[in-house]
């Protein structure tokens, strides 16, 4: 519960830049708590996830993701953190949704933070099975998975369907999201996490260290790729003749673009090939979020957490997301 002495306070502790950069820029400071306007709910936050679009938009790279609107010079929120789980501190008038107490989980901007705020059609009551930190891993990640399985890869019972970084966040999602659906999944991941993709549902898992998928003479109806780095061309010689190939992003050096390009290519090449190649930028809604939680609380689906870290400690969180460590979620405990 919310204790009355922080709804009265008007400051909060919160994760803070100035500028792009490392994880050096973060700061944790004292600032001025949200208030909700009339359409909106205020979360008391108990834990926020940790995913690559944080390290983005914290790094301004690649210079793309300035242009798409978080600021040239410098980020237009200062408060870092997309997904969450916490309890309703206050509503606005026109709120009917929820009620102060409720246990919620959404997104919104400026969730590595004692409060966030943000229409509360961001949000959904916290299903009963889960943590707050479990909770707090699964909006930004999970819908991006469910719509790259579901709604671009339009995976159905009985396809073969190949999950690329199935260890990592959205990767962790889409396995279980792709297996409910009816499909059999083969996951490729590293060496270290082969016990983990298997024990999520997947049938078979490729240690890419030891033999490239590509390679082994099976084709798939879905190739769903997470973050990666492989040619267009190395792809689709893994996919049925008309296949679906999903890219979801790509972690490249290149500044302007970083990997963006590869999603731009696929959708000026698929007009003239038999497979279907499509890019999927993700958009969370409300009915994205409540479709997740009913494949939660049916036991579907149950959220990866690697390791949870303390508000303060956010800039030790990215940088172990970033060294590629990470089995599934982090999340940050407020």
Known sequence: MVHESEIQATTMKAIIQDTYGSPDVLELREIDKPAPGPDDVLVRVRAAGVDQGVWHIMAGMPYLVRLMGFGLRRPKNR??????????????????????????????????????????????????????????????????ALLGVRDSGKVSPGQRVLIIGAAGGVGTFAVQIAKAFGAEVTGVCSTTKVDLVRSIGAEQVIDYTQTDFAETGQR???????????????????????????????????????????????????????????????????????????????????????????????????????????????????
């Open 79 to 144: 408060v870092r953190g997309r997904d969450v789980a916490g309890h309703v501190a206050a509503v606005g008038a026109n709120v009917t949704r929820f009620q102060p107490g409720d246990e919620v989980f959404g997104w919104c901007d400026g969730t590595f933070a004692e409060f966030a705020c943000a229409a509360e059609s961001n949000f959904a009551l916290k299903p009963a099975n889960l943590t707050f930190e479990q909770a707090a891993v699964v909006p930004v990640s999970g819908i991006t």
């Open 220 to 334: 798939y109806d879905v190739i769903f790729d997470t973050a990666g780095n492989r040619p267009l061309s190395h792809l689709r010689r893994a996919l049925t003749p008309e296949g679906t190939l999903v890219i979801v992003g790509a972690e490249t050096d290149g500044r302007w673009l970083g990997g963006f390009d590869r999603q731009i290519r696929a959708s000026l090449v698929s007009p003239f090939v038999r497979q279907h190649l499509r890019s999927l930028m993700s958009t969370e809604r409300h009915e994205h979020v409540v479709a997740l939680s009913e494949l939660i609380e049916a036991g579907d689906v149950t959220p990866v957490v690697d390791r949870s870290y303390p508000l303060a400690e956010t800039p030790e969180a990215i940088r172990y997301m970033r060294a590629g460590h990470a089995r599934g979620k982090i999340a940050i405990t407020v």
